[in-house]
């Protein structure tokens, strides 16, 4: 298989990374929803647990993991997809993988932090052991989907490729969602007031956009991939 992006494809992939982390963050404030019986505060970065759990509910550790077994979910479908015959199919498989950020669930134990070593110093693991058990978790949980899609793929320069891919919703997401919406408009105070779901309505509104550009452009991820040897399909409505 060869990647074939083109604007439309681009499209869909690029709304898709940021749905992904959204609902990364709305998988954490859902299972809190669940078990405190209402929403917690949250904004592009930062969730918390309602106030019906301020003595601290011991299964609001639930979650703190939600969100990485929501994202490694979507991953190893994602893998499991690349694992089909037809093009289109594994096309969707590589889409759910590079846009549910790999890489970022790597960087974040590695530097330290993420929600897999909180949630491992909260049941009372040493820092220095969580470290370590996060990081080996997810090294073991993120590899194989990463190698999968390194041994699907036969683009000339394919690491390049490949290392690009995975790069390019992290970096997106840190620029748009973290250093422009969260540190530019959220921080100054625009739309800032709280409306459904928790959120600010600049990060509801946000999702909204997200979603309905995903809706126009959807049907375009099953060209990521073509056999190789075929010409990118690159036009069509």
């Not at 078990?35 to 019906?52: E, L």
């Not at 190893?76 to 594994?90: D, E, K, M, P, S």
Request: glycine share 10%; net charge positive; aromatic share 12%.
């Amino acid at each position: 298989m060869k990647i074939a992006l083109n604007l439309r494809n681009s499209a869909a992939l690029v709304a898709l990374s940021f749905i992904m982390q959204e609902t990364h963050e709305l998988a954490h404030t859902s299972v809190g929803r669940l078990i405190c019986g209402d929403w917690g505060q949250r904004d592009f970065n930062v969730w918390g647990i309602s106030s019906q759990c301020v003595n601290d509910e011991p299964l609001t550790l639930l979650a703190t993991f939600a969100g990485p077994v929501y994202t490694f979910s979507i991953i190893w479908l994602g893998y499991f997809l690349l694992t089909r015959a037809a093009a289109g199919t594994q096309s969707i498989g590589f889409a759910l993988v590079v846009s549910s950020m790999p890489f970022s669930r790597i960087l974040s134990p590695l530097l330290g932090g993420g929600d897999e070593i909180y949630g491992l110093t909260r049941l009372g693991v040493d820092h220095s052991l969580a470290w370590g058990a996060a990081l080996a978790a997810v090294f073991a949980l993120a590899a194989p989907p990463v190698v999968k899609i390194y041994t699907t793929i036969n683009n000339r320069r394919k690491p390049l490729w490949i290392i690009g891919l995975l790069l390019a919703p992290f970096f997106l997401v840190g620029i748009v969602v973290f250093a422009v919406l969260q540190g530019l408009i959220l921080k100054n105070g625009i739309l800032n007031d709280y409306w459904i779901l928790g959120s600010p309505m600049l990060v509801t509104f946000w999702l909204f956009f997200c979603l309905g550009l995903f809706a126009i452009f959807a049907k375009h991820l099953v060209t990521l991939l073509q056999p190789s040897g075929n010409t990118p399909q690159t036009g069509g409505g």
